[in-house]
Structures are given as structure tokens and as C-alpha cells.
């Protein structure tokens, strides 16, 4: 693994099931970062954690969650999904919260039906 | 809600003219970045500038920031076909966890 992974690349899933995507950096960076990309409205923080152990709200939590059980991972859920949730999503790191340049994964594209 | 605004929304020159995109934001910032973003493909790191500076290079690469305004400018000079891609301004304003990103601009450089 060189830098940030997403898997999926995509999916579509139906309304209502519960999906998780999966975020892994092998850079080592204390800091890790949840995106939504929507046309129109750049990226809008979904979730955070600054080291391993911790995670934050961003922006738009709502119907998210996240959890931080190690360096290395960052998975986001989606318990129950819904249409609006459509959206391209990156995950994203930086070696520490307060240095802000931020390394991004590929995305993973997720429609909801 | 968007912290930073990118001007104009889309921008079409041809290769070896320079560009100039924009980006406006609301509230006092420590510092401010800019990104590109090629189709279908994650975001890179291009610049960072703290509120303390005024200007900053790399490469092809100019940014200026006047925080007196809440604006920034970044200036790509002689561009290339392989500089066409969105381009987004991304602030942190009273935590390092929230940055915010504007829409982007839209640049496609003609061969």
C-alpha cells in the first residue's frame, strides 16, 4: 500500500441497508478525515479523528458514523441508507491536525436507490 | 455551509496563457490551501499560505492572499493541456478540523 486506500470504488445499494466504506493510509498520520463531494457544493466534512481512539462531527454527521480503533483505519458507516446519501466520498489524512495539508484517497462513488 | 468561494465557476484558455482563479471566504482564517482535482480522481495538496503571508510559489504556481479582503488568488503561469481539472480553495477557520472547501473552478486548457 503506498499512501491512502478507499474500497470500495463504488456501489449501489438499496435504501435502507447498511454499507461501510473503507479508508486505510499506511503513512502513519495521526490525523483522518471523512468527505461527501456533491456537484455544486465542493467537500463538506462528515466526520474526523485526530489519533487513534477519537473521532469528531464535521459538518454534516447526521446518519454517519465512524470509528478509529487504530492508526491505520477509518471506516465510515452508513446504518441504514437513504437516497439523499448518494454522493462521491474521500477519505482523507494529514500527519497532524494542526498541519492541514491533507493527502485524499480515490473515492468511492455510492448510489443509493 | 461553504467557507470558500472560487471565481469564476469554470474558465477555458489555451496552453500557454496564464490563469487566474479566485477564491473569497468569510471569516478569519490561519491559513489557507489550494487543491486540484483531476476527473474522477481524489484531491492533491498543491499550496498552503498562512495568514501571516502575502504571497507564495511553486513551481508554475502563485498565491496571494489578502486577508484584509478574505481573498486569494492562485495564478498558474504558462499553462499545459495536463493542468485541466478543478481547482479548490479549502480554509480552517477556528478549529483545524474544519476546513472548508468552496465549489471549485472548472479549468480546461486548450492544446
Known amino acids: 500500500i503506498a499512501g491512502i486506500t478507499q474500497a470500495p470504488t463504488s456501489q449501489i445499494l438499496a435504501a435502507g441497508r447498511r454499507m461501510t466504506l473503507r479508508c486505510t493510509q499506511d503513512?502513519?498520520?495521526?490525523?483522518m478525515y471523512w468527505y461527501r463531494q456533491d456537484l455544486g457544493l465542493g467537500l463538506r466534512l462528515i466526520h474526523y479523528?485526530?489519533?487513534?481512539?477519537?473521532?469528531g462531527k464535521g459538518e454534516v454527521p447526521d446518519g454517519y458514523s465512524v470509528s478509529r480503533a487504530n492508526t491505520d483505519d477509518f471506516p465510515l458507516t452508513l446504518a441504514s441508507a437513504v437516497p439523499s446519501q448518494t454522493s462521491v466520498y474521500f477519505c482523507?489524512?494529514?500527519?497532524?491536525?494542526?498541519?492541514?495539508?491533507?493527502?485524499f484517497g480515490p473515492g468511492t462513488r455510492l448510489t443509493v436507490l | 455551509s461553504q467557507q470558500g468561494e472560487e471565481d469564476p465557476q469554470a474558465l477555458s484558455i489555451q496552453e500557454g496563457e496564464n490563469a487566474t482563479m479566485n477564491c473569497s471566504y468569510k471569516?478569519?482564517?490561519?491559513?489557507l490551501q489550494w487543491y486540484r482535482q483531476n476527473s474522477g480522481r481524489g484531491l492533491v495538496h498543491l499550496i498552503l499560505?498562512?495568514?501571516?503571508?502575502r504571497e507564495k510559489h511553486s513551481g508554475r504556481l502563485r498565491v496571494t492572499l489578502d486577508t484584509s479582503k478574505k481573498s486569494s488568488s492562485l495564478l498558474i503561469t504558462a499553462s499545459r493541456a495536463a493542468d485541466t481539472a478543478s481547482y479548490f480553495c479549502?480554509?480552517?477557520?477556528?478549529?483545524?478540523?474544519?476546513?472548508?472547501f468552496g465549489a471549485g473552478t472548472r479549468l480546461t486548457v486548450k492544446p
Open positions: 499560505i498562512r495568514s501571516n503571508e
Open positions: 479549502a480554509t480552517d477557520a477556528l478549529n483545524n478540523n474544519d476546513m472548508r
Open positions: 479523528s485526530n489519533t487513534a481512539g477519537t473521532t
Open positions: 482523507a489524512s494529514s500527519a497532524d491536525p494542526s498541519y492541514n495539508e491533507q493527502f
Open positions: 471569516t478569519s482564517i490561519n491559513n
Open positions: 503513512m502513519r498520520h495521526n490525523a
